[in-house]
């Protein structure tokens, strides 16, 4: 089953591509550094948080065999964005701030509980990171319109999120049928993952003004 989500509403990203191409218009040079920096350290970071969760996997086939996927996914799109980065002539720079709270989780911990919560975990909160990128991707292929070599790569990155949000999103449609606190929780995880993100944007602009600060003098 390959499904895929073609279509991704501002409500439930909680943004919008307008929102996007507004906070980028907004951001100095440094600032849009920043900016892709963090988008190229989340798809890093994912793919290899992925990647030992898929390990752990042992009697649901079909998530170790689409996490698995989605390991490799997110690993390429991470190396996809160091090629936007050095094309557009910006620094590709190590990201130490971490905007999900993932960096300082040791994925090993994944082992204490039990696979099916586990797997469950990873649904809802990589559903709302998904939901987000989408949203994130759309607004940046507005941005680089102009830019082939720029869209060449966000169109295979948003293809292949496509099909991340199709096959975990139909897993928690069918869960939500006999479990419909679910749908609940899938609207929680939205919630959280928008304010966390508010926040750290925050943080994130500071820390590349302080950069430019400190270069320039
Ligand atoms: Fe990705
Ligand atoms: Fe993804």
């Known amino acids: 089953m390959d499904t895929l989500k073609t279509h991704v509403t501002d409500e439930e990203a909680r943004l919008s591509a307008d929102d996007v191409v507004r906070r980028w218009q907004q951001l100095d040079g440094p600032g849009r550094e920043a900016f892709l920096n963090g988008v190229r350290f989340t798809e890093m970071r994912g793919g290899a948080l992925l990647a030992y969760l898929a390990e752990s996997v042992a009697f649901d086939k079909d998530a170790r065999k689409n996490i698995m996927r989605q ?65 994130i991707f759309d607004g940046l292929n507005r941005i ?53 993100l508010a926040a750290y944007e925050k943080q994130v602009d500071a820390a590349a003004r302080e950069r430019a600060s400190s270069s320039s003098s």
């Open 71 to 135: 390991a490799r996914d997110e690993a390429k799109h991470g190396y996809y964005f160091s090629q936007i980065i050095e094309h557009l002539g910006f620094e590709e720079h190590p990201v130490v701030d971490d905007p999900l709270g993932l960096g300082s989780r040791n994925p090993n911990e994944l082992r204490d509980v039990d696979e099916e919560t586990r797997i469950l975990f990873f649904m809802l909160n990589t559903e709302a990171i998904e939901l987000r990128a989408s949203v």
């Open 144 to 196: 680089f319109a102009d830019d082939p070599f720029v869209g060449r790569y966000l169109n295979e990155i948003r293809y292949d999120e496509m099909f991340h949000l199709g096959w975990i999103g139909s897993r928690l449609d069918v869960l939500a049928e006999t479990r419909p606190e679910v749908d609940g929780w899938r609207e929680a995880s939205r919630d959280a993952l928008a304010g966390a």
